[in-house]
């Protein structure tokens, strides 16, 4: 159950010694436990600006807007970068500026489950990494006193959470993403996901100016629809990419003979066939790079998470201040 931190609590550590989470499944329990890593990510901080408003750790994101406010006199322990010298030239005595910081901005996430995401090779599906990279990012935006939300997706359609502040708003999404995630079964029925597409068109409608957009998904299926809807919301939003892959994705098998089956049907692949081997890691890497691209073409935070990568360490190390025109890649992450 979530709880204030009492006093005599120890303060948990940014990183843990340990992989946080572990399985092919996931409960909101475990979600939650996730809160106290989520201090040491720039996801919602402010970005880095010369106003002394500005917060303690910077984000790869604009932040939130600092508005001037008005000019007053000088007092002692006002900030000397806000001296406003033209007033204080003109009327002969010091004179500062006063900003209002904007109220808080909602944070989005579109999580996108569809039966692809269960599966992995390493530590976790891909599904369970994408449920604990949601959860630690909406922490993160949560303890920064901004509201969160978002749309999540899966084989039982299209949940929808309007942004809220406070333990309201993230436990309602990190329980509608624990009820999406993709059982080891499901991979046996017909996918009846709703299209990327779709949700990307969910979104454009309750995304607001400014907000901070994060997508979480395999994106396996990004078709010019929905390559369209994410350009829109890379116009009015602050947004971040977040492929999830297993290795084996990008890399084929050891030389040999494998069978391969998502329980509903089998193929067998020859492990021993360079050529093969060779279209293989092509057709994961033209997907990534073609996403990257777009995200470089509409300055949108591109961040790759592998199932076998520690999550608090990637999004420690991969959501840091960058121009933004500067953009992670999957050989600059995992490489």
């Not at 499944?25 to 901080?45: D, Q, V």
């Not at 977040?242 to 890399?251: K, N, Q, R, S, T």
């Not at 492990?271 to 994961?284: C, E, K, L």
């Amino acid at each position: 159950m979530w709880r204030r931190p009492e006093r005599g609590d120890r303060e948990p550590p940014s990183s843990p010694s340990e992989p946080v989470v572990r399985g092919v499944t996931i409960t909101t329990r475990e979600l939650i436990t996730l809160r106290r890593y989520a201090s040491g990510i720039a996801f919602a901080g402010r970005s880095r600006t010369a106003s002394p408003l500005a917060g303690g750790h910077a984000s790869p994101f604009r932040g939130r807007g600092i508005d001037f406010e008005e000019v007053r006199a000088y007092q002692p322990g006002d900030d000397i970068r806000s001296m406003d010298w033209r007033v204080t030239a003109r009327t002969g005595k010091p004179h500062t500026k006063l900003y209002r910081e904007e109220r808080e901005r909602p944070a989005l996430f579109l999580v996108d489950l569809p039966t692809s995401m269960a599966f992995g090779t390493r530590r976790v599906f891909k599904s369970v990494q994408a449920a604990t990279i949601t959860a630690l990012m909406a922490w993160n935006v949560v303890g920064h006193g901004d509201r969160v939300g978002g749309l999540v997706s899966g084989i039982n359609g299209h949940s929808e959470h309007r942004p809220q502040g406070g333990k309201r708003g993230i436990l309602q999404l990190l329980k509608a993403v624990t009820e999406a995630v993709p059982t080891p079964d499901s991979t046996a029925q017909s996918d009846t996901t709703p299209p990327l597409s779709e949700s990307l068109a969910r979104l454009r409608r309750v995304a607001r100016p400014g907000s901070l957009v994060c997508l979480v998904s395999d994106f396996q299926n990004v078709d010019a629809t929905a390559r369209r809807h994410l350009i829109s919301l890379a116009r009015h939003t602050d947004m971040a990419v977040m492929p999830i892959f297993d290795p084996l994705e990008a890399e084929p098998p050891p030389p040999g003979a494998w069978r391969f089956s998502n329980g509903l049907t089998s193929t067998l692949f020859d492990g021993h066939d360079s050529a093969r081997r060779r279209a293989w890691q092509q057709r994961f890497q033209n997907r990534i790079d073609a996403l990257n691209r777009l995200c470089q073409q509409h300055r949108i935070l591109f961040l790759p998470v592998s199932t076998a990568d520690d999550p608090v360490r990637v999004l420690r190390d991969g959501l840091i201040p960058q121009s933004r025109h500067g953009h992670n890649t999957l050989q600059e992450i995992h490489g």
